[in-house]
């Protein structure tokens, strides 16, 4: 192991470790890291130390040369960043040359979300009557009842849930925890998944079911790309049209929230954001239902003949 995989691993064991950042997101930092390892010897720089200004400039020059979003950009730049503070704490470099790197500003993306009528037809298609299907439908719902992420959906305990009061235990990133609620909907849907569907897919993994909520059809706990690929299954059971990311269901839920009147900072604790600012980026999406709403009550929004 070189000087630079050993430095590298002692920061992905502080991101599990004293962190407790989840696999995704350590696996995006590794990515990036190791990305910039290959730029250094290409440079022919031989330590972190060594790393000046001007050299993570040719470094963002490249990358924009690549065709690159500003966005990818940033998420490298904020790893790197992260890495060079993790070193100066450990006094393993004297600077961070990443620290006077301006991130490039962010383009404006709208979040893509179903609308209502898509959203019944996909609660459609599961059936219901077999494991997986049962299991597939307590996913949809409890994804757009709660806003959660799918890495805090595939983390869930059987702790976490309380039926009684219709509410689970959300485990989010950097050890925050919220309590958000969910409807009857998903509280039928769980009940018929954990009663039945559960039990039979549980048998298949023995005592390698721990306690996780949901399971795939071997009994094992249920990984980010086992959803992934369900949600991409049942979309093309409902509409061959269009195309769902696990995001969506988060999307969709914090569109409908604020299409319907609920409050900002509400919605900001539901799905767990730290910065308001995360959260606004939803009321774009609720243009259309605020101009509707102008249109149908103010006197002089249009001429009446």
Not at 154 to 172: A, I, N, P, R
Not at 190 to 214: C, N, P, S, W
Request: contains cysteine; positive net charge; glycine residues 6%.
């Amino acid at each position: 192991m070189t000087n630079k995989q050993r430095l590298v691993h002692l920061f992905i064991e502080y991101l599990q470790i004293e962190k407790n950042y989840s696999a995704l997101t350590i696996s995006g930092y590794t990515e990036a890291i190791e990305e910039f390892v290959r730029f250094m010897n290409i440079q022919g720089i031989d330590g972190f130390e060594e790393v000046s200004y001007q050299d993570t400039r040719i470094y963002l020059t490249e990358a924009y040369e690549k065709g690159l979003t500003r966005r990818t950009i940033s998420k490298k730049v904020s790893a790197l960043r992260s890495f060079y503070k993790f070193l100066l704490r450990e006094q393993l470099v004297k600077e961070n040359p990443f620290l006077l790197v301006s991130l490039p500003k962010q383009d404006k993306r709208i979040p893509s979300f179903l609308y209502e009528e898509e959203l019944k037809e996909l609660f459609t298609v599961s059936d219901v009557s077999t494991p997986l299907g049962q299991r597939n439908q307590a996913i949809l719902e409890l994804l757009y009842a709660t806003g959660m992420r799918v890495s805090e959906l595939c983390s869930l305990k059987e702790s976490d849930l309380d039926l009684s009061m219709d509410t689970v235990l959300v485990h989010g990133k950097g050890s925050k925890q919220r309590y958000v609620p969910f409807g009857s909907y998903a509280h039928e849907a769980l009940i018929t998944y954990l009663e039945d569907g559960r039990q039979k897919l549980k048998v298949k993994g023995k005592d390698r079911a721990d306690t996780y909520v949901f399971l795939n059809q071997r009994g094992t706990p249920l990984t980010d790309r086992g959803v992934r690929f369900i949600l991409t299954e049942l979309m093309k059971k409902a509409s061959g049209t269009l195309h769902i990311h696990p995001h969506m269901l988060r999307h969709t839920f914090a569109t409908h929230l604020l299409n319907e009147g609920a409050d900002l900072r509400s919605v900001q604790e539901l799905l767990g954001h730290s910065n308001l600012s995360s959260t606004q980026v939803y009321t774009h999406v609720s243009k259309d239902s605020l101009r509707n709403t102008y249109m149908s009550h103010h006197p002089r929004a249009f001429k009446r003949s």
